[in-house]
């Protein structure tokens, strides 16, 4: 079995301040790791993923994140928000004890201050 | 390019009235999905269907039925809806393979009253 867990379902910021999601899972096989947004009213858009390679991963809008398969994390981090950073975000999961089914964490809404 | 397209953007049911939710994607993508969004818990795979002529029940599959029509339909269909299908769901598809990204409508927000 796969499980996300998101810490925090609502994060405030500082315009400029570093923006920091947290993200944790459970998978008893390498997972894929995913992050996607989710602007109001649309769906969601992925932002950067981890498949092998490479811990520290970067995405789109300034986004990255890292993999710390001894953390069983993903944490998704920017170093300075954006008022146009303003969503929701969810951590995925994927591995190959699930078939393909993405598991998702219950989402982060981010909340950016001028 | 439409991606992902479903339909309606919003529905109002009775409760027992049936509905069908559409969804075509124009990506030539092989595997397609049905997920609930509800607040606090993220999106809940309802059903999948890996390719053509093959569907799986997925996390919540009760109250559902699908039907993979061809390969850029996917339908879900609501036999008799209850208040506690009130949600937003959303249809992806994806190419094969567990590291491949899913692309998403832009959602259907369905209240059962």
């Known amino acids: 079995a796969q499980s996300v867990t998101q810490l925090g379902s609502h994060v405030s910021v500082s315009e400029g301040a570093l923006v920091l999601l947290r993200c944790n899972y459970s998978s008893s096989v390498p997972p894929y790791l995913f992050w996607y947004v989710q602007y109001p009213n649309q769906g969601l858009q992925l932002l950067l993923k981890?498949?092998?390679?490479?811990?520290l991963v970067k995405g789109i809008n300034g986004f990255e994140a890292e993999f710390k398969k001894s953390e069983t994390s993903f944490h998704l981090t920017k170093p300075s928000a954006h008022m146009s950073d303003a969503a929701e975000y969810f951590c995925a999961v994927n591995s190959n004890n699930a078939g393909n089914m993405l598991t998702f964490g219950g989402g982060t809404r981010l909340m950016v201050k001028p | 390019n439409a991606g992902v397209t479903q339909t309606p953007k919003f529905q109002v049911l009775k409760t027992g009235q049936s509905m069908t939710l559409q969804c075509a994607q124009d990506?030539?993508?092989?595997?397609m999905y049905w997920y609930r969004q509800d607040p606090g818990m993220g999106l809940r795979l309802i059903y999948y269907?890996?390719?053509?002529?093959?569907?799986d029940k997925g996390e919540v599959p009760n109250g559902y039925n699908v039907s993979r029509l061809n390969k850029r339909e996917f339908s879900l269909r609501l036999e008799s809806a209850a208040p506690s299908q009130t949600s937003v769901y959303f249809c992806?598809?994806?190419?094969?393979?567990?590291?491949?990204?899913?692309?998403f409508g832009q959602g259907t927000r369905l209240t059962v009253v």
């Open positions: 981890y498949t092998t390679g490479a811990t």
């Open positions: 269907s890996a390719s053509e002529g093959t569907t």
């Open positions: 992806a598809s994806s190419l094969q393979g567990m590291n491949t990204e899913a692309f």
């Open positions: 990506m030539n993508h092989n595997s």
